[in-house]
């Protein structure tokens, strides 16, 4: 499905990005990958699936997707080595969840530099290239709580909600270009970022899940890859929820 495309993951080295690298190498692209802190990881995904898939290139770079200077090198570094980048996924995120009334100033700009400027940082040196090209696919990963709310994630639901907005209004203005930018929106997905719940917090989450699981990086995986993909293109402007029926 992204046989000889170029894609770009941002947080690639854990969790949800992970298995979006795998699963766009198995599809036939070349994926190049950002991390921060996890280097042994980032390292050995790179070289496993270089070495599964020979024809292809799996590179991981180190990056903080919060400094935009450094994000910018990245880019333009990848347009070089790569010759192009069709692909991107804003995928790098985090969490510090507190009740607003004692959300300080640090955990605010955090979540909201990290979730939602990294958006800018990587799209931005991203989008003429893409405009030169007459095409590309843009897939930003938000969150159901930018949908519903949550307790204790004003932070992140605000920055996930803010990715909604950037997702609709960039899909309007770079259509007529070819570029696609959708948004993929998931549930409880069983990945670090769960790590700080307690047992009967995730008991009553999956109590109002309809289909009474938590979701798996697999199932987000593959709706990101199509729509990278040309089969996706005719879609743009979407928000795609993969939450198994939450009902928040
Ligand atoms: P995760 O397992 O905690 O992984 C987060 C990834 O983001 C890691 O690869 C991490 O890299 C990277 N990252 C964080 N800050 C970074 C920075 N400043 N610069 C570069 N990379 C950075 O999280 P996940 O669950 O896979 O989440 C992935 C995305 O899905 C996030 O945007 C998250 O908000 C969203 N999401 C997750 C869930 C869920 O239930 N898990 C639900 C809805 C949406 P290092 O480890 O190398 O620092």
Same mark, same amino acid.
């Given at each position: 499905?992204?046989?000889?495309?170029?894609?770009?993951?941002?947080?690639?080295?854990?969790?949800?990005?992970?298995?979006?690298?795998?699963?766009?190498?198995?599809?036939?692209?070349?994926?190049?990958?950002?991390?921060?802190?996890?280097?042994?990881?980032?390292?050995?995904?790179?070289?496993?699936?270089?070495?599964?898939?020979?024809?292809?290139?799996?590179?991981?770079?180190?990056?903080?997707?919060?400094?935009?200077?450094?994000?910018?090198?990245?880019?333009?570094?990848?347009?070089?080595?790569?010759?192009?980048?069709?692909?991107?996924?804003?995928?790098?995120?985090?969490?510090?969840?507190?009740?607003?009334?004692?959300?300080?100033?640090?955990?605010?700009?955090?979540?909201?530099?990290?979730?939602?400027?990294?958006?800018?940082?990587?799209?931005?040196?991203?989008?003429?290239?893409?405009?030169?090209?007459?095409?590309?696919?843009?897939?930003?990963?938000?969150?159901?709580?930018?949908?519903?709310?949550?307790?204790?994630?004003?932070?992140?639901?605000?920055?996930?909600?803010?990715?909604?907005?950037?997702?609709?209004?960039?899909?309007?203005?770079?259509?007529?270009?070819?570029?696609?930018?959708?948004?993929?929106?998931?549930?409880?997905?069983?990945?670090? +970022?769960?790590?700080? #719940?307690?047992? $009967?917090?995730?008991? %009553? !989450?999956?109590?109002? =899940?309809?289909?009474?699981?938590? *979701?798996?990086?697999?199932?987000?995986?593959? +709706?990101?890859?199509? #729509?990278?993909? $040309?089969?996706?293109? %005719? !879609?743009?402007?979407? =928000?795609?929820?993969?939450?198994? *029926?939450?009902?928040?």
């Amino acid at each position: 499905m992204l046989k000889g495309k170029k894609i770009l993951v941002t947080g690639g080295s854990r969790g949800i990005g992970t298995a979006i690298v795998r699963r766009a190498m198995q599809e036939g692209a070349d994926v190049a990958f950002t991390y921060l802190h996890s280097m042994d990881e980032a390292h050995l995904l790179a070289s496993e699936l270089s070495a599964s898939y020979s024809s292809q290139r799996c590179l991981s770079i180190e990056c903080d997707v919060t400094d935009m200077q450094a994000m910018e090198t990245a880019v333009k570094n990848l347009i070089s080595e790569f010759g192009a980048i069709d692909g991107l996924v804003n995928n790098a995120g985090i969490t510090r969840d507190v009740v607003f009334a004692r959300m300080s100033r640090a955990q605010w700009d955090g979540v909201l530099n990290t979730n939602l400027g990294s958006v800018y940082n990587a799209t931005k040196p991203l989008i003429l290239q893409m405009v030169k090209q007459r095409g590309g696919s843009i897939v930003n990963i938000t969150s159901v709580a930018a949908i519903y709310g949550n307790n204790g994630q004003t932070n992140y639901s605000a920055s996930k909600a803010g990715i909604i907005g950037f997702t609709k209004s960039l899909s309007a203005e770079v259509s007529p270009q070819n570029i696609r930018v959708n948004a993929v929106a998931p549930g409880y997905i069983n990945t670090d +970022m769960l790590g700080v #719940l307690d047992p $009967d917090t995730l008991a %009553y !989450i999956k109590s109002r =899940i309809s289909m009474r699981r938590l *979701g798996n990086v697999d199932d987000i995986a593959p +709706m990101v890859c199509f #729509l990278l993909s $040309d089969n996706a293109g %005719y !879609i743009t402007g979407q =928000i795609i929820q993969i939450d198994g *029926g939450i009902t928040l």
